[in-house]
């Protein structure tokens, strides 16, 4: 499925103020892990690279941190040590759902892993060569889209005429990939999946501006 999202089309909609839900109740303090930073650079860095969340179930709960490069760690909160490691993945905010691609030569999947345990909940066929951009706060849904280059910054963008995204949801429903006119980044989804809000960056191959965009 495709959405052509220039004005003759009606797919998508310029708002001009949307409210992005957003929940940190759950962020744990860094000094919990008994981590020292020293330097204000340090603890300008660590609260960049790393989200850290309770888990909602209480008897498997845990730290989860990231490195914003696609690995997602599991540490118990007691012991400090690693419980598990996953890569190529990307957690929800809430700390619900982590979200991890998986290649082969000619496939790919995505898999919803249970944050508790490790466990794969559940697994749908993706494209190939893409990577977990956005994860939607409560889990319910996520963004996948080709590769970032590793030194470019979240709202630096790639110059691109056009921009190729896939959305997965985490009840089951088949994977959608949209195929938009123009130089998209996900920022957030409704909390029940249906809406995703999008970045539009302007000019596509030399952007100095963003409208935000309702995909439906």
Do not use: C
Not at 181 to 201: A, M, Q, S
Request: charged share 20%.
């Amino acid at each position: 499925m495709t959405i052509d999202t220039s004005p003759k089309q009606a797919e998508t909609e310029q708002v001009v103020v949307a409210e992005v839900p957003t929940t940190r109740e759950a962020v744990r303090e860094l000094p919990r892990l008994g981590i020292v930073i020293a330097g204000g650079f340090g603890l300008m860095a660590a609260a960049i690279a790393l989200w850290m969340w309770a888990l909602p179930d209480a008897t498997s709960s845990g730290v989860l941190l990231s490195n914003g490069q696609g690995t997602v760690v599991l540490l118990d909160p007691d012991s400090g040590e690693e419980v598990f490691t996953i890569d190529s993945a990307l957690a929800s905010p809430d700390g619900s759902t982590i979200y991890r691609v998986i290649e082969s030569e000619d496939s790919a999947s995505v898999q919803m892993v249970d944050p508790g345990d490790g466990s794969v909940q559940s697994e749908q066929h993706v494209p190939p060569r893409q990577f977990v951009r956005m994860v939607g706060v409560n889990g319910t849904a996520a963004v996948l889209m080709p590769g970032r280059p590793s030194h470019q910054a979240l709202y630096a963008p790639t110059a691109r005429e056009v921009t190729d995204m896939t959305v997965v949801w985490k009840d089951g429903r088949t994977p959608k990939t949209f195929h938009l006119e123009g130089n998209f980044e996900p920022e957030t989804f409704t909390l029940d999946g249906t809406r995703l809000y999008l970045l539009e960056f302007a000019p596509a191959t030399d952007p100095d501006h963003y409208f935000v965009r309702q995909l439906d």
